[in-house]
């Protein structure tokens, strides 16, 4: 059992991560907690790829083995990681355009509760 939980731990990290971001997205009414319950949910989804596409004692595609012929079993496949970078770049640019928004809703109504937000919009 506990040799389960050791060998699997990212997995369970990363579905532990997806609650937490769940629930501040979900459960939390001020803005900033949902965003930042929002980064949380991205970042497990980011670690779930990572860690269920690593692969112990694999090497870069580019090294060949050193018999010299390509041996495709040793490999690690790039494209979850280079897809995952580019989840990175959007999480940033997200967050950045979401920060930014929270500012300006600040700004305007100097309150981030989402409850008293609908209050003052409908008026």
């Not at 269920?52 to 495709?72: D, H, N, V, W």
Request: net charge positive.
């Amino acid at each position: 059992m506990l040799e389960s939980i050791l060998e699997n731990y990212p997995y369970y990290l990363s579905t532990v991560l997806l609650a937490i971001g769940l629930w501040g997205m979900l459960a939390k009414r001020n803005l900033m907690k949902k965003l930042i319950g929002m980064t949380i949910f991205q970042v497990s989804i980011i670690l779930l790829f990572i860690s269920s596409s690593a692969k112990i004692g694999g090497t870069f595609p580019a090294l060949l083995s050193q018999s010299g012929t390509p041996e495709p079993a040793l490999y690690v496949n790039p494209l979850p990681h280079v897809l995952m970078l580019t989840a990175i770049v959007v999480m940033v640019a997200t967050s950045g355009v979401a920060l930014a928004i929270l500012l300006t809703i600040y700004r305007r109504y100097h309150t981030l509760d989402e409850t008293e937000l609908l209050k003052r919009l409908q008026e």
